[in-house]
């Protein structure tokens, strides 16, 4: 079984309880057990071409899941590439995880280093997250210079209307069909 390890408060871990039932009660497919080739349907991407031109370029490799539900894309890169690899998500429900490194807590406030990531994708966390620019900011802030972080939105061509200019104020993005991609120059 995979340690869990929760950061914040304890306000904001209650806070997480909260979203977590919300979220089981609510029928969300944030427990779906999606895989590699779901998120890269879903993103529009080819994962391991990526990670695999990652490790050529930087050696080892650093990946992040943003509201990583099951944690089965994680945990197929983690088996398949060297580096570390991360699911990091809102739930603290016996759901078991296989992930070495599935870590639980606010993802507007992440336990990780600037720049530390080479390759991060998420599918619907900013649509759930009640603060969705500050997840924005903080997936940038660890998301490594010359990289690129992967995001869906299900509800994405509202969100985009609503703050495109602060995003294009942030980092150079695009977005099309729900899809936002951010690369850190």
Same mark, same amino acid.
């Given at each position: 079984?995979?340690?869990?390890? =929760? ?6 871990? %209650?806070?997480?309880? =909260?979203?977590?039932? *919300? ?6 497919? @944030?427990?779906?057990? $999606? +895989?590699?080739?779901? @998120?890269? $349907? ?9 990670? =695999? ?11 992040? /899941?943003?509201?990583?539900?099951? +944690?089965? @894309?994680?945990?197929?890169?983690? &088996?398949?590439? #060297?580096?570390?690899? =991360? ?6 429900? %016996? ?10 807590? /606010? ?28 997840? !924005?900011?903080?997936?940038? $802030?660890?998301?490594? $210079? +010359? ?17 495109? &200019? ?5 980092? #150079?993005?695009? @977005? ?6 951010? &690369? *850190? !120059?």
């Amino acid at each position: 079984m995979a340690k869990e390890v =929760t950061f914040g408060r304890k306000d904001a871990v %209650e806070r997480i309880r =909260t979203s977590d039932a *919300k979220l089981m009660a609510s029928g969300h497919d @944030y427990f779906f057990q $999606r +895989g590699i080739k779901e @998120y890269d $349907r879903e993103l529009g991407i080819e994962s391991e071409r990526i990670v =695999t031109a990652l490790i050529e370029k930087h050696g080892m490799v650093n990946v992040l /899941d943003v509201g990583c539900g099951a +944690g089965n @894309y994680p945990l197929e890169l983690e &088996q398949a590439f #060297p580096g570390k690899v =991360t699911g990091f998500g809102i739930s603290l429900s %016996e759901y078991t995880h296989q992930l070495r490194n599935y870590h639980v807590g /606010d993802a507007a406030k992440m336990p990780y280093a600037a720049d530390f990531f080479h390759h991060i994708v998420s599918l619907d966390a900013l649509d759930l997250d009640p603060r969705p620019l500050d997840t !924005l900011k903080e997936t940038i $802030r660890v998301l490594s $210079r +010359g990289c690129k972080a992967f995001l869906r939105l299900k509800n994405g061509d509202g969100f985009w209307e609503r703050h495109n &200019q602060e995003i294009r104020e942030m980092i #150079p993005a695009t @977005y099309a069909n729900g899809k936002l991609v951010v &690369q *850190k !120059l």
